[in-house]
């Protein structure tokens, strides 16, 4: 199984010299994103991941969020009021929805509604402020229990990107919100595997490699932390290699102890990108 609800999102602030696309901001990336299903035996609260980056290039305040959750026969609204001044790397809270007034066995129409200020101006929008793109409401099927998986069996997420996965093109949430939202959707483990050419940057600076792989080191202790009994989480790569054919492609390594390098598709320096370890 996937978790569909936030393998990566968009880079808006990369631009080349002197050009800058349409999609570009002067704001830091703000996300709200959620599970796309819910199980009420889990929990009967609607976890809502807000996410920030890039917020030490353009600090703002953070006024209020409003979840506005819309079933067939009835409609919730939640009011967050928050007063944050943020004016770092990345930011990230869960906000919690309690769906107790709520049937299950329906999907949700969710819609999250930011209120921020920036260099003293108001600022109003829905669910992201990604410039240009059209907006639609998050869709939550609220199930009263778990898919009816085998005996034994276990489902999971081969494939995640986390925060550690950071360059001109995507980013992912981090690994400790990553889990409570796997957890409500009913799964049990997952594979932490950012791009080998975002684990040995500098931490300030994707295009630029730290000798010391500090991410790399960084993303297992968080792997650790969030690792145990009742959730698996296991650390690994999406490691950019050279195939037979002398072409750039992407294989997962799982519980690697020691970091793969990978960065012949990385585009961190142009026009190098000749296939490593082929």
């Known amino acids: 199984m996937l978790i569909p609800f936030f393998i990566s999102y968009a880079e808006i602030h990369y631009h080349l010299k002197y050009i800058f696309p349409k999609y570009y901001l002067k704001q830091p990336e703000i996300i709200a994103d959620i599970p796309i299903r819910i199980i009420k035996l889990i929990s009967n609260k609607l976890p809502v991941l807000i996410i920030i980056k890039d917020s030490h290039l353009f600090p703002i305040i953070l006024n209020k969020v409003t979840i506005k959750i819309r079933g067939k026969e009835k ?13 770092q790397t990345y930011y990230s809270k869960i906000l919690f929805v309690d769906l107790i007034d709520l049937k299950p066995e329906q999907f949700l129409d969710i819609s999250v509604f930011f209120m ?11 669910n992201d402020n990604y410039n240009k793109l059209s907006i639609e409401t998050f869709q939550c099927y609220y199930a009263k229990e778990k898919l009816p998986y085998p005996k034994y069996w276990f489902a999971g997420e081969p494939h995640y990107h986390s925060n550690y996965t950071s360059d001109q093109v995507e980013f992912g949430a981090d ?9 409500s959707i009913g799964l049990s483990w997952l594979f932490v595997t950012d791009h080998s050419y975002d684990l040995d940057d500098l931490e300030m600076n994707y295009l630029k490699n730290d000798p010391s792989i500090t991410k790399w080191e960084k993303m297992h202790k968080d792997v650790r932390d969030c690792n145990n009994n009742k959730f698996r989480v296991i650390a690994g790569e999406e490691v950019s290699i050279g195939n037979s054919k002398g072409r750039n492609v992407h294989l997962l390594a799982i519980n690697n102890e020691e970091f793969i390098e990978g960065s012949g598709d990385s585009a961190e320096i142009w026009f190098h990108n000749k296939p490593q370890h082929l």
């Open 75 to 87: 409609t919730i609204t939640k009011i967050f009021t928050l007063n944050i001044k943020i004016s």
């Open 116 to 126: 921020i200020q920036q260099n003293k101006k108001n600022f109003t929008f829905l």
């Open 175 to 183: 690994i400790k919100s990553t889990v409570k939202l796997a957890k």
